[in-house]
């Protein structure tokens, strides 16, 4: 069974500028995540869709994030434009039933 | 809301002698409770989880978790450390109800010396 993909694997671009990141999900995964993990914490949900909806993104920074997942299937992270603090490795996950499968993650820095 | 603690950013262990990485948790309701391990410059991989029944689970690699309700914990273990356990372990927690997701701990880093 394929694991979840992500890329670009790495990242590095300069304040202000923009970047987005794709994520494909294990087939027939309803539940897809996208985390933020800043270096020496844990994992911090920016957002949640359960097949091309919303469910919950009360922690995604909406002025300059976003995230779409049109067809229920891939995803993609944007982020416009970018800081400083944004420096971090996103994780995309997917799951069926409670159970979080990730991907290796997009690191991403920040000059 | 949910949360989880792992007092410990760091257990220094010896191989071959137990490991126990400390996790505990707040949530409403029953807890669905998890413990993921990351490699360098790897996602988070599954270990093991705890629904319900057996307070003791036993998940990938040899390693075990233990429930306590009454302490809200859920301790990772093993009985015999090896060097290629080191690694940063998550503890994670989420509920029944609502939108199901699962929230981390700040990690904890395994070291095992040879």
């Known amino acids: 069974e394929a694991g979840v993909a992500q890329s670009p694997r790495y990242k590095i671009i300069e304040k202000r500028q923009s970047v987005a990141f794709w994520c494909n999900p294990i087939s027939g995964h309803a539940t897809l995540y996208w985390y933020q993990q800043i270096l020496g914490q844990g994992p911090k949900l920016l957002i949640q869709?359960?097949?091309?909806?919303?469910?919950?993104d009360s922690q995604l920074p909406k002025d300059r994030f976003s995230a779409e997942r049109l067809k229920g299937v891939d995803s993609t992270l944007k982020i416009q434009p970018a800081k400083l603090e944004d420096s971090a490795v996103y994780l995309c996950a997917s799951s069926l039933d409670g159970e979080l499968f990730f991907g290796e993650g997009s690191r991403l820095t920040v000059l | 809301a949910q949360s989880v603690a792992q007092p410990e950013d760091q257990v220094n262990v010896a191989e071959g002698n137990p490991l126990t990485v400390k996790c505990t948790y707040s949530?409403?309701?029953?807890?669905?409770l998890f413990w993921y391990v990351q490699y360098p410059n790897r996602g988070l991989q599954f270990l093991l989880k705890?629904?319900?029944?057996?307070?003791l689970v036993k998940g990938s690699y040899g390693f075990e978790a233990e429930f306590n309700k009454s302490q809200t914990s859920f301790h990772l273990k093993k009985p015999s450390a090896l060097v290629s356990d080191s690694a940063l372990y998550f503890c994670?927690?989420?509920?029944?109800?609502?939108?199901?997701?699962?929230?981390f701990g700040r990690g904890t880093s395994l070291i095992v010396h040879p």
């Open positions: 869709f359960q097949n091309n909806g919303v469910v919950d």
């Open positions: 994670a927690v989420r509920g029944w109800g609502g939108s199901y997701i699962p929230t």
């Open positions: 949530v409403s309701g029953n807890p669905y």
């Open positions: 705890y629904i319900t029944g057996d307070n």
